[in-house]
């Protein structure tokens, strides 16, 4: 379809579904604007998408600001950052606080989705403040949501501004009440640390991962037994022995044999990168210690004899 069709009939037609009576038809409506713009150029959508655009973000029903919430990364994607900087960022961090929980989530879970197309200063002085009063958000799947988008934006602004303004948000986040959202930073923390390096991984945060390692949940104990075989994997024999080796080794005498079975998994991992002196002088005799009290029950010495079987493994044997 030519352009000049949708600007002269289309677009005329959309202005006045916009504001139809039925939420349902308006819901429609944002799909549709979401096609448009993709076809129109940026100065065309300026000009004539633009002026919709502002006006659906603060529509009276959730279920309209749900629908802008879910399209607004495709939505910014064709406006390009400009026009989203300029005009509707301010509006998209109104969705972060809107009275609806689904909206709310639709548009903290939508947004490390169109990082890209937001400025860092728009980042810090627009969307992070809103993202402060949603880490005491009742609904937990909005909390969640935070949470991986919390860690894309570490990705994307200033190393300093990461460790000092959202790195405590991270922390108190692996305190949540909630496993889903302890999970969800557990999920999404790997990619940022190894962005910013291994500072970002403060006493604060080991203390948080040794607390998880109580964790009622095995499946958090066992991502984080997987994120610190990853990050030690990365980060190398100095970040193993000084941050993560002591909270790793717990996974030795987890009751729960598939958290087990993951360490053992990293520790070959590991041996396949620290090399056999490493398993000799450094992990074998951790593994040695932890074992040899009388009180372990058989499965546990089992997998130490498991664990210790990779020193075979590093010698080719």
């Known amino acids: 379809m030519e352009k000049e069709v949708i600007v002269s009939d289309i677009v005329p037609s959309l202005k006045l579904l916009i504001t139809d009576e039925q939420d349902t038809i308006r819901m429609i409506c944002v799909g549709a604007m979401v096609g448009i713009a993709k076809i129109l150029s940026k100065d065309e959508n300026k000009k004539v998408m633009l002026p919709i655009t502002l006006a659906i973000f603060e529509d009276?029903?959730?279920?309209?600001?749900l629908a802008i919430a879910k399209n607004?990364?495709?939505?910014?994607?064709?406006?390009?950052?400009?026009?989203?900087?300029?005009?509707?960022?301010t509006k998209f961090s109104l969705l972060l606080k809107d009275d609806e929980a689904d909206v709310r989530t639709a548009a903290v879970t939508s947004l490390k989705s169109c990082l890209k197309t937001i400025s860092a200063e728009?980042?810090?002085?627009?969307?992070?403040?809103?993202?402060?009063?949603?880490?005491?958000?009742?609904?937990?799947?909005?909390r969640a949501g935070l949470a991986g988008s919390l860690c894309s934006i570490c990705t994307v602004i200033k190393k300093d501004v990461a460790i000092t303004r959202l790195l405590p948000l991270l922390i108190d986040l692996l305190k949540d009440e909630h496993h889903e959202v302890r999970m969800a930073i557990l999920?999404?923390?790997q990619p940022v640390a190894i962005s910013i390096g291994?500072?970002?991984i403060t006493s604060s945060m080991l203390i948080s991962f040794s607390n998880l390692m109580k964790d009622q949940k095995w499946r958090v104990r066992n991502a984080v037994i997987e994120?610190?075989?990853?990050?030690?994997?990365e980060f190398g024999k100095d970040f193993y022995s000084k941050s993560a080796e002591q909270i790793f080794l717990l996974f030795l005498?987890?009751?729960?044999?598939?958290?087990?079975?993951?360490?053992?998994?990293?520790?070959?991992?590991?041996?396949s990168v620290f090399k056999a002196d490493w398993v000799v002088k450094t992990y074998l005799p951790k593994a040695v210690e932890a074992f040899g009290k009388e009180k372990q029950g058989y499965l546990y010495r089992i997998t130490a004899l498991r664990s210790m079987a990779v020193r075979g493994?590093?010698?080719g044997r």
Do not use: H, Y
Request: proline share 4%; net charge negative; charged share 25%.
């Open 60 to 65: 009276k029903s959730w279920k309209v600001r």
């Open 72 to 89: 607004f990364p495709e939505l910014a994607g064709a406006f390009g950052k400009e026009i989203v900087d300029a005009s509707l960022t």
């Open 122 to 142: 728009k980042i810090q002085t627009v969307i992070i403040p809103q993202l402060n009063d949603l880490m005491r958000d009742s609904s937990f799947s909005v």
């Open 187 to 189: 999920a999404e923390v």
């Open 198 to 200: 291994p500072e970002f």
């Open 227 to 233: 994120l610190l075989g990853n990050l030690s994997k």
């Open 253 to 271: 005498v987890d009751t729960v044999a598939e958290v087990r079975e993951t360490g053992m998994a990293k520790i070959e991992q590991l041996a």
């Open 313 to 315: 493994c590093c010698n």
